[in-house]
């Protein structure tokens, strides 16, 4: 069984900037493609960046130069660089993982079998 555990949310002024983090038990991220949702009230779950155990990554136009995910085979740990915040970054992130092929990749959240509690990021204005 995976355990996901996802940190580093808060609240923070738009421009500014916060690093989550998904740490994995049960298993190693290696074989495993991993992405960061978000959900804001009201709205669906969105990709908004994931990225293939073999580097391969996908951005959403949301996080485009602004977002940077990023691995750390040694931790079991996915990171999340948010930089340049803006107020409708405001959501609920979720890290989740599916064993894959080392290339490939997922942006819809049916195709992700394991799931993190989530992390509030709320961005004031």
């Known amino acids: 069984q995976v355990q996901l555990v996802e940190s580093g949310g808060g609240l923070v002024q738009a421009g500014g900037s916060l690093r989550l983090s998904c740490a994995a038990s049960g298993r190693t991220f290696s074989s495993y493609a991993t992405g960061w949702f978000r959900q804001a009230p009201g709205k669906e779950r969105e990709c908004v960046v994931a990225?293939?155990?073999?580097?391969?990554?996908y951005y959403a136009d949301s996080g485009k130069g602004r977002f940077t995910i990023s691995r750390d085979n040694a931790k079991d740990t996915v990171y999340l660089q948010m930089n340049s915040l803006k107020p409708e970054d405001t959501a609920v992130y979720y890290c989740?993982?599916?064993?894959?092929?080392?290339?490939?990749?997922?942006?819809?959240?049916?195709?992700?079998?394991?799931w993190g509690q989530g992390t509030q990021v709320t961005v004031s204005s």
């Open positions: 990225i293939s155990w073999s580097g391969n990554t």
């Open positions: 989740a993982t599916v064993r894959a092929e080392p290339h490939r990749l997922y942006g819809a959240a049916d195709e992700y079998d394991y």
